[in-house]
């Protein structure tokens, strides 16, 4: 099925560990997000890529790394996990402005 | 800052009822809103996407309805099912931003 994908679905860290976060997108889409899902706060926006070979922080970006491998992947880093970075992950794409937001089925994170 | 506020937090419904849940928004220059559903450890479905030159969008049981003079969006769910249970959560995109504001999302009970 078309759409975004993620892996892992489920994910246990230790405090300093280090991991990626995998999402691919098959629709031809420009634009690569990542949002991590917690309670109380939303969705919030760590990094985005507008178009291959660009990155650009979002509003919670600090701990985190990303590469757009090419114009179908966009990984996410942690260098040393912290419990703090417990939360869902969602990986979006987009076409262009105009159309809408397609999201993966999330990466569930603990780091304990 | 545009923020988004979805009211009210939870909804609990018979089945067959017709239901309108609401997004406020502070900045009234977006470039279009969307409506997701969320299902419990699930990612987000897309469900409507209204540009900011349109008034509503339909899908099936679904109405979505935007007054950008006024900050509010609705989405209205006609004869609802207990399958309709999930969070909706309201978002935004504006011109010139990569980013989607979301709202903290409806929570909706469709009792049988």
């Known amino acids: 099925n078309a759409g975004v994908t993620q892996t892992p679905k489920f994910q246990v860290l230790k405090t300093g560990q280090s991991m990626t976060l995998q999402c691919a997108q098959d629709?031809?889409?420009?634009?690569m997000y990542w949002y991590r899902q917690d309670p109380g706060m939303g969705l919030r926006l760590i990094y985005y890529?507008?178009?291959?070979?660009?990155?650009d922080k979002g509003e919670v970006p600090n701990g985190y790394n990303v590469s757009r491998l090419n114009k179908r992947e966009f990984s996410l880093r942690l260098e040393s996990a912290a419990p703090s970075q417990t939360s869902v992950y969602f990986c979006?794409?987009?076409?262009?402005?105009?159309?809408?937001?397609?999201f993966g089925s999330g990466t569930r994170l603990t780091v304990v | 800052k545009q923020e988004v506020t979805q009211i009210p937090a939870a909804l609990s419904v018979p089945e067959g009822e017709n239901l309108v849940l609401n997004c406020s928004f502070t900045?009234?220059?977006?470039?279009?809103l969307q409506w997701f559903r969320q299902d419990p450890g699930k990612g987000l479905t897309s469900l409507l996407l209204?540009?900011?030159?349109?008034r509503e969008q339909t899908s099936g049981r679904l109405n979505a309805s935007l007054d950008k003079s006024s900050g509010r969006s609705t989405l209205y769910i006609a004869a609802s099912q207990p399958g309709d249970s999930a969070t909706y959560l309201c978002?935004?995109?504006?011109?010139?931003?990569?980013?989607?504001?979301f709202g903290k999302g409806t929570k909706l009970t469709v009792n049988p």
């Open positions: 900045d009234s220059a977006i470039y279009n």
């Open positions: 209204i540009q900011s030159s349109q």
């Open positions: 979006a794409s987009r076409n262009r402005a105009l159309y809408g937001y397609t």
């Open positions: 629709m031809n889409h420009n634009s």
């Open positions: 890529s507008a178009s291959e070979g660009t990155t």
């Open positions: 978002a935004i995109t504006q011109g010139g931003s990569e980013k989607l504001v």
